[in-house]
């Protein structure tokens, strides 16, 4: 569906260092790493996209969150959900709802919501009933 997601960022060398720990958790693996121009990437370990990438404003202009702006990541289970939510806070993420089941959504919803270090919003949700155990 998606080729990539660009989340701007103020500050690369600080938005990559709280970014690479929470695609680490993810499962992603990074695909570029580019300071010199200011972005970088990661993409599933198979390859092929679509592309998470963080990176300057490419018109120069200050970075500015969106309001009503989301971009959420697939967990592949509630403990990944809850794992990149405390790295996100560790880094100087600001919390936007603890990990927790979210019904309204669905019955197996399980999601996290944080803030990057600019201010993006993210979120972090699996959607499958817990496993055996």
């Known amino acids: 569906m998606f080729s990539h997601i660009y989340i701007g960022v103020s500050d690369f060398a600080r938005a990559h260092a709280f970014y690479a720990p929470l695609m680490q958790a993810l499962g992603l693996r990074q695909r570029f ?18 592309l998470f990438i963080i990176g300057l404003p490419y018109d120069g202009a200050p970075h500015a969150p969106g309001n009503g702006q989301m971009t959420a990541f697939l967990a592949a289970d509630r403990a990944t959900v809850d794992r990149v939510h405390a790295t996100a806070l560790a880094a100087g993420g600001v919390d936007e709802g603890a990990p927790g089941l979210r019904p309204h959504y669905h019955a197996n919803y399980y999601g996290a919501y944080f803030r990057d270090l600019d201010g993006n919003k993210l979120c972090v949700v699996c959607h499958d009933a817990p496993g055996p155990g």
Request: aromatic fraction near 12%; glycine fraction near 16%; charge should be neutral.
């Open 33 to 50: 790493n580019d300071p010199a121009n200011g972005w970088a990437a990661w993409q599933l370990h198979s390859g092929g996209r679509p």
